[in-house]
T-cell receptor
Framework: QQQVKQSPQSLIVQKGGISIINCAYENTAFDYFPWYQQFPGKGPALLIAIRPDVSEKKEGRFTISFNKSAKQFSLHIMDSQPGDSATYFCAAEISGGYNKLIFGAGTRLAVHP | GAVVSQHPSWVICKSGTSVKIECRSLDFQATTMFWYRQFPKQSLMLMATSNEGSKATYEQGVEKDKFLINHASLTLSTLTVTSAHPEDSSFYIC??????????????FGPGTRLTVL
């Protein structure tokens, strides 16, 4: 019940296309859902995050869509660029106390010119 | 955004020796720090959570006597890998958060430390 399932494992998109990565969870107590971007040999960087009280959040070319009833959330990267090529991790957390992030398995995105 | 540094960025050591990795929050006070381990092409695996001035809480399966964590101040946590062996070779990443702020959920990650044990 603590798992976050992420798909696809890898994704190839042409420059200018839309990259879509999906995550699903079981624990309804999760109330914070961040996405992280990680380049090879670097630590993850927070990209965008959402809470269950909204269904969508947009920051620049990055959008999180959140479906509370389906217990799913997804990351959309519009106008994908070669510089977006990285590994993306979704995560979920229960706020308060000794809360900790539960990470998905990651998606390796390659954006071809 | 908040900055977390790690030192060293990479280290090579001989089997049986101990290695210390530092994690610092440079522009904020970290009430909580986390240590992760990441193998190639895999996700981050949480090793332990430490709160300033308290003993670290280790995840199941992580040997606390092998991976010593100290969070002595609000800006510094250290991970010591004792009696390192080749199977300890991995990418170690720390993160930090200030649980007292409105951004209490946000974890800021360090750049990672690549440990290679020969």
């Amino acid at each position: 019940q603590q798992q976050v399932k992420q798909s696809p494992q890898s994704l190839i998109v042409q420059k200018g296309g839309i990259s879509i990565i999906n995550c699903a969870y079981e624990n309804t107590a999760f109330d914070y859902f961040p996405w992280y971007q990680q380049f090879p040999g670097k630590g993850p960087a927070l990209l965008i995050a959402i809470r269950p009280d909204v269904s969508e959040k947009k920051e620049g070319r990055f959008t999180i869509s959140f479906n509370k009833s389906a217990k799913q959330f997804s990351l959309h990267i519009m106008d994908s660029q070669p510089g977006d090529s990285a590994t993306y991790f979704c995560a979920a957390e229960i706020s308060g106390g000794y809360n900790k992030l539960i990470f998905g398995a990651g998606t390796r995105l390659a954006v071809h010119p | 955004g908040a900055v977390v540094s790690q030192h060293p960025s990479w280290v090579i050591c001989k089997s049986g020796t101990s290695v210390k990795i530092e994690c610092r929050s440079l522009d904020f006070q970290a009430t909580t720090m986390f240590w992760y381990r990441q193998f190639p092409k895999q996700s981050l695996m949480l090793m332990a959570t430490s709160n300033e001035g308290s003993k670290a809480t280790y995840e199941q399966g992580v040997e606390k006597d092998k991976f010593l964590i100290n969070h002595a101040s609000l800006t510094l946590s250290t991970l010591t890998v004792t009696s390192a062996h080749p199977e300890d070779s991995s990418f170690y990443i720390c993160s930090a958060r200030d649980s007292r702020t409105r951004y209490m959920n946000e974890q800021f990650f360090g750049p990672g430390t690549r440990l290679t044990v020969l």
